[in-house]
């Protein structure tokens, strides 16, 4: 019974505040105006969907990892809001610093639960140019992109779908 409780409340803190970098924390602050350039999207392979130009129009970057029990709780919510968005040319972009041998067995296994793009980070240059820039150790975290330009970041279910209407008004 001990066991069975304290893994549901290291669940429910787990999924509340994400999963931690490598100190542990994991600040989130949302991004109410641009910040500079996001850059080029750095990937080592693109798992699943085709390349994305994330130049111009409205996109979301989103770290995640297979290990991460919050991040797998958010893949529904953004294959929901891919499709809800999909029509308007916004692009999710699922990224993460894992290897391939354990990230597509993953995505294949997930399927359409999790229909959005799927990379692998160039060696943490796409986290350098994101998390680390912006103070962010914890994952999952999401960035929406417009222009090029990073106009709102946090966790990716709180308000993701209303930074993307506000991204493209």
């Not at 509340?16 to 989130?28: A, E, F, P, V, Y």
């Not at 750095?42 to 991460?68: Q, R």
């Not at 914890?138 to 991204?167: C, R, T």
Request: hydrophobic share 35%; aromatic share 8%; charged share 20%.
């Amino acid at each position: 019974m001990k066991t069975i409780l304290f893994s549901f409340c290291l669940s429910s803190v787990l999924f509340l505040t994400g999963c931690g970098g490598s100190d542990g924390s994991n600040s989130s602050s949302s991004a109410a105006s641009s910040s500079g350039p996001a850059g080029k999207l750095a990937v080592a392979h693109w798992v699943k969907g085709e390349p994305v130009d994330i130049s111009k129009g409205v996109h979301v970057v989103e770290f995640w990892a297979t290990w991460c029990p919050p991040c797998r709780t958010s893949i529904p919510h953004l294959t929901e809001t891919q499709a809800k968005f999909k029509d308007r040319g916004v692009n999710i972009v699922g990224v993460t610093n894992e290897d391939l041998g354990t990230v597509e067995p993953f995505v294949k296994k997930m399927g359409k639960k999790m229909d959005y793009t799927v990379v692998i980070d160039d060696g943490r240059a796409l986290s350098n140019k994101y998390m680390k820039k912006h103070g962010v150790n914890g994952i999952p975290h999401a960035f929406v992109i417009k222009d090029g330009e990073v106009v709102w970041h946090d966790h990716p279910m709180n308000d993701l779908d209303d930074a993307i209407e506000d991204a493209l008004k």
